[in-house]
């Protein structure tokens, strides 16, 4: 390390997520012009013999040394934070009388800008102490800062988004929930996400601080969300959505940002109807669709690249959760992308499969059950259900989540198709002798036994636990019947379903069938109406009540003629 990269080092405070290029050069500001005067101050370094150099190294290392030294004698408390905040106050008062007093004479005001700049980078040690947050809020630094965002100067802009990524550092907040608390209510009021947005429309991120800059910006948004997840519709609405979407879209090379926003779109779209709407108000679908039309044919270049293209998937199934949503995604093609990408056998498969279940499940799906159906998906569909690809559990998706999502999508159709469509649905059923229907029994023999061992663990567990004297309570029954569906207990409801549906689709063959192997193998009518009873009582998460007694009531008509 020469003399010049010692006097410019700073140690790296880290971002929330890292970037593949931290530990080069850091912020402009002082440092760069700092260089251009100590180069000035320090003796002509080719000019000298080898002993000289040595003896100026060790006494640059050794005054380096002292600075910190002195650094750490001063113990920082509430009063050494109250004067900081002070000082910082005092500064950025007079850089700006300075620069409205002489607006076109840089010289004037730029020494009062790196003054700035250094006061706050020395109020990053204030992050060690988040029981001391309300010192910023009190002595209105938290306004003096959420100001100097739209500094003319992007480097004092980007300073403060600095200082403000490791104040909401996540662990940081969780240290002081008080103080957290109460800087954050104070970031929300001088609305933040909105300062935020506008600085990150003016960085231009060919240049590297600036880039930072940005990066930095989405990890305060994710400080906060995650702190506070109620955060996210304000947020969104400040114009961080429609950045993100203009971002992502955005004709530039994949970099840690572009994959950083996609993150924070999923964050964003996470349980929220107000985020999923605005996206669909603002032809996000349409968004989404056109960049994950890239891995159609190809797949993603990097596990970084990879990590987006999930993201996205990810983005794209919460907003189908919105009925409103399906109908963007059936006017905008997306029924026949997802299908391409199941033909194309890319690595965007396994998540084109998810995203069809969303798009067709409940009665929301029934456009687009027939619309699948007119595009020849069956074609598709119907190979994947006769039998799992080993490149999906390649790909990290186990059977069971394949299963679960071709079983479900199948029972959408059965559950929404009318007319000449359900017939060609049904038909497949009949075809090479009913081997349809042999898998599906198959399926059905699989997860019973699967279900049946997890009941077995959970009723010894109950029994254990009554034996203690503890009390089951109906959380804990909920807690047990979630283990069961995980267990395999969804899939196999789905797989009753189908067989209770085509069972009275007055195609005798199919019914045959099902009857047949149930008897051949031990199974039991029974235990299936016991499984769709239970299926049914269940039903109506997030659904109407007028939804769910409907099909309540047609799900048990059905096994009045299983």
């Known amino acids: 390390m020469d003399v010049g990269e010692l006097l410019s080092y700073q140690p790296d405070r880290g971002a929330k997520r890292p970037r593949d290029d931290d530990g080069e050069e850091e912020s402009r500001g002082r440092q760069r012009l700092q260089m251009g005067k100590d180069s ?12 000289d150099v040595v003896t100026d190294k060790k006494k640059v290392l050794e005054k380096l040394m002292e600075n910190e030294e002195d650094q750490e004698a001063e113990p920082v408390d509430e009063s050494s934070v109250k004067k900081m905040i002070l000082t910082f106050e005092k ?6 009388e300075l620069r409205i007093k002489f607006p076109d004479n840089p010289e004037k005001f730029m020494e009062a800008e790196l003054d700035l700049n250094d006061i706050i980078q020395e109020m990053h040690v204030i992050a060690t102490m988040p029981d001391l947050y309300h010192l910023l809020v009190e002595l209105n630094a938290v306004h003096s800062l959420l100001g100097l965002l739209s500094h003319e100067n ?10 403000l990524q490791e104040l909401t550092d996540i662990d940081t907040l969780h240290e002081s929930e008080e103080g957290a608390e109460v800087l954050i209510d104070a970031l929300l009021e001088g609305q933040v996400v909105a300062l935020l947005v506008q600085n990150m429309e003016r960085l231009d991120e060919q240049v590297k601080e600036e880039a930072d800059g ?16 109620g955060m996210c519709t304000e947020a969104s609405q400040q114009g961080l959505m429609q950045w993100l979407l203009k971002r992502i879209k955005a004709k530039m090379p994949f970099d840690a940002n572009k994959l950083y926003c996609s993150e924070i779109l999923a964050i964003l779209l996470q349980n929220n109807d107000g985020t999923r709407e605005l996206l669909g108000e603002l032809d996000g679908i349409d968004v989404l669709l056109q960049q994950l039309s890239v891995f159609k044919r190809h797949n993603p270049a990097t596990a970084e690249e990879q990590e987006m293209m999930e993201n996205l998937f990810d983005s794209l199934c919460s907003c189908l959760m919105l009925g409103a949503n399906r109908d963007r995604f059936l006017k905008g093609e997306g029924l026949q992308l997802m299908n391409l990408m199941l033909r194309e056998k890319k690595m965007s498969r396994m998540s084109a499969l998810k995203v069809l279940d969303h798009a067709m499940i409940g009665p929301e799906g029934s456009d687009n059950c027939h619309k699948f159906v007119d595009i020849l998906g069956l074609r598709t569909i119907y190979p994947l259900f006769m039998k799992t690809p080993k490149k999906m559990k390649k790909a990290g998706l186990s ?11 199948i029972a959408s159709m059965l559950r929404n198709l009318k007319g000449q469509q359900r017939t060609r649905l049904l038909s497949k059923f009949t075809e090479n002798d009913c ?21 077995k663990n959970i009723e010894g567990e109950k029994h254990d636990m009554v034996r203690r004297g503890e009390i089951i309570d109906d959380a804990m029954e909920d807690e047990f019947y979630l283990r069961r569906l995980d267990s395999g207990l969804f899939v196999l409801q789905l797989v009753c379903y189908i067989m209770v549906e085509i069972s009275n689709a007055n195609i005798p063959q199919l019914q045959q069938r099902v009857h047949q192997i149930l008897n051949l193998r031990g199974g039991s009518v029974k235990v299936v109406r016991h499984i769709m009873r239970e299926y049914a009582e269940n039903l109506g998460d997030g659904k109407s009540d007028e939804f769910k007694e409907s099909e309540q009531k047609r799900i048990l008509e059905l096994l009045e003629t299983f």
């Open 154 to 163: 992007t480097d004092v802009a980007i300073a403060v988004v600095d200082l």
């Open 435 to 455: 081997e349809k229907v042999d898998r599906l029994m198959e399926l059905h023999f699989k997860y019973l036994e699967a279900v049946q061992l997890a009941d």
């Open 214 to 229: 940005v990066y930095n910006t989405l990890a305060i948004v994710e400080n906060m969300a995650e702190f506070r997840p």
């Open 40 to 51: 000035a101050r320090l003796p002509d370094v080719d000019n000298l013999d080898n002993d």
């Open 91 to 96: 500064r950025s008062y007079k850089n700006q």
């Open 399 to 409: 059977d069971k989540e394949h299963e679960e999502h071709v079983c479900s999508i």
